[in-house]
């Protein structure tokens, strides 16, 4: 990627301290399940993240290579569009290019890169305005749930081997509330306080939200191999 230029504020002799996480095997996101799942860590030589943060284009477009393609499918899992997931994913990388300098080594780089891109599309869905469902709607039974649903029950559907391609497909068509709340919860493994203060709305409000999000999917994963059937 052509990053811009950037005012150097960082010498090479004086790289920072960077912590690094226990080598992991470098992976795609694995298919979200009924459970949170932390994302995973890419390990970043320290020499490149030192370089990178000293404004060295080569170290940053290797940063880029290695994580971009996790950045997209976190994108794109969040926004549903191809085309705006790409938009986001390069807004991230110039967030990143801006915001090196600033990282310190708390954390994984990747999980710091994670968080950074996840604020980065928050914050385009709120220049667009979106509004979560409200608590009453989403706490409301749709004419087929029926009684008896409640948080945290087993979801049956989305567990063991399934079809990948089918769940990102019903995934990509949730409401965008919905979507959202379930990718930060069940994908990327925050928990609802967390996700309360982001969006800023109710911890009651996030919950009802996933609920309904998993009864959505669930419907979605049942209906989908007879639709697949008679193509």
């Keep these: 990627m052509q990053s811009p230029d950037a005012p150097s504020t960082r010498g090479t002799s004086a790289a920072p ?3 690094t996480a226990t080598p992991a095997t470098q992976t795609v996101p694995a298919p979200p399940a009924a459970t949170p799942t932390a994302p995973t860590s890419i390990p970043v030589e320290p020499d ?19 994580h971009k393609r996790r950045i997209y499918s976190l994108c794109l899992r969040m926004v549903g569009n191809v085309a705006e997931a790409e938009d986001l994913t390069q807004e991230a990388f110039l967030q990143l290019h801006r915001k090196i300098a600033t990282f310190r080594g708390d954390s994984a780089f990747s999980t710091w890169l994670h968080r950074l ?14 509004s979560l469902i409200s608590l009453d ?16 029950g087993p979801d049956l559907a989305l567990a063991g081997s399934i079809d990948r391609l089918a769940l990102e ?20 493994g925050y928990e609802h306080n967390e996700i309360a203060a982001m969006l800023d709305c109710s911890i009651g409000n996030s919950k009802s939200q996933l609920h309904k999000a998993r009864l959505k999917l669930r419907e979605a994963m049942r209906t989908y191999p007879r639709r697949e059937g008679r193509r």
């Design 117 to 130: 891109a996840i604020n980065v599309v928050l914050m385009r869905l709120r220049k667009k305005g979106l």
């Design 48 to 66: 490149t993240l030192a370089r990178a943060q000293a404004c060295d284009h080569q170290a940053f477009a290797l940063l880029y290579a290695l």
């Design 137 to 152: 709607e989403a706490m409301e039974p749709g004419p087929d749930e029926g009684p008896g649903r409640s948080f945290g």
């Design 169 to 188: 497909r019903a995934i990509s068509g949730l409401p965008a509330g919905y979507r959202l709340i379930f990718v930060l919860h069940d994908i990327e």
């Design 17 to 19: 301290t960077v912590e």
